[in-house]
Each structure stands twice: as C-alpha cells, then as structure tokens.
C-alpha cells in the first residue's frame, strides 16, 4: 500500500481515475433550434421517479435552454463509438448545426435522438444547482429505449483538472 500523497497532482491523478461513461445530450430549443454535446458527468440519483443528473459548463448554449420542463435526450455512447465523440467532442458554435450527416429520429416533444447510439433516455428537465463552473441539472426520466447491444463507453481521464 502506497502513502498518503501531498499536493495537486496526486490528488488530480487521483481524480482523474474517477470512471464515467462518455454520453450525448441533445436539446431542441422552444424556438425550434437543435444541439448537442458530449458529456461525461450523467448519473442515475434517483429510483422513484427515474431521474438523472449531468453537469454542462457555465456559458454553454444548451445550459441556458435547460429551463424546468425543458426536454433533453441523454445517449448512451457505445464501445468504439468514435465517430459520436469526434463528432460531438468538437462543439457547436451558437446556431451551428449539430446534426448533419448523423441518423437522427425527430420526435414531436423530444429531442433529438441519434440512432447509432447504444442506448438513449428521454428526459425533463426538474431542477439544477451551481456547480462552480458547472451548472448540476436533474432531469425526470420519461422514456428511452436500448437500441443496439453492446456495452457503454468507460471514460477515465489522466487528471480530474481538465477534460
């Protein structure tokens, strides 16, 4: 067993090691306006009702559409989902479109829904809390579905100070 370390980096590597898996939120704007962005701070915080909670950075387009009620798909990434992530892993400008040459369904109340997804779970959002430079939302789930098999993406960062 190792000892105790002092200092920064050995509690930022130690942070880092802090699994998550790698996921998709997306969000159709009340104004008819879509996006979507790579996440890896989503977990499961309630059984009943179903909910979930996941971090956005402060300044982000889509913290500021995440109004109470507002809806948001959360996608599961799968293994070897690299084209999601390089895709997503870039960001969107304001008003830049998010979507092109990707399988999406449109339903009528949702968001988005990317079909090569491994899993996705139709949500609203209940409720937030700053974070610091995040903003924590929780959001009820109201559906979803698995929509291929396989198994999620792992993500472990090198320090817990940086993406």
């Keep these: 067993m190792g000892t105790r370390a002092e200092g920064s980096a050995a509690w930022a590597a130690a942070l880092g090691?802090?699994?998550s898996g790698?996921?998709?939120?997306?969000?159709?704007?009340?104004?008819?306006?879509?996006?979507g962005m790579l996440a890896s701070w989503v977990q499961q915080c309630s059984f009943d009702p179903p909910q979930v909670s996941f971090a956005v950075r402060k300044g982000r387009e889509l913290a500021a559409w995440l109004t109470e009620g507002a809806a948001v798909v959360?996608?599961?990434?799968?293994?070897?989902?690299?084209?999601?992530?390089?895709h997503f892993g870039?960001?969107?400008?304001?008003?830049?479109?998010?979507?092109?040459?990707?399988?999406?369904?449109?339903?009528?109340?949702?968001?988005?829904?990317?079909t090569a997804a491994l899993a996705y779970l139709d949500c609203e959002?209940?409720?937030?809390?700053?974070?610091?430079?995040?903003?924590?939302?929780?959001?009820?789930v109201t559906g979803g579905a698995v929509?291929?098999?396989?198994?999620?993406?792992?993500?472990l960062r090198k320090s817990g100070m940086h993406y």
């Design 17 to 19: 090691r802090v699994p």
């Design 22 to 35: 790698l996921f998709v939120l997306t969000a159709r704007h009340t104004d008819g306006r879509e996006t």
């Design 74 to 86: 959360i996608h599961v990434v799968p293994e070897g989902g690299k084209a999601l992530v390089a």
């Design 90 to 114: 870039k960001g969107f400008e304001p008003g830049e479109p998010a979507f092109d040459g990707l399988a999406v369904d449109r339903g009528a109340a949702s968001a988005p829904v990317l």
């Design 125 to 140: 959002v209940s409720g937030w809390a700053d974070a610091a430079d995040h903003v924590l939302f929780l959001a009820r």
């Design 147 to 155: 929509l291929h098999d396989g198994r999620p993406t792992v993500h």
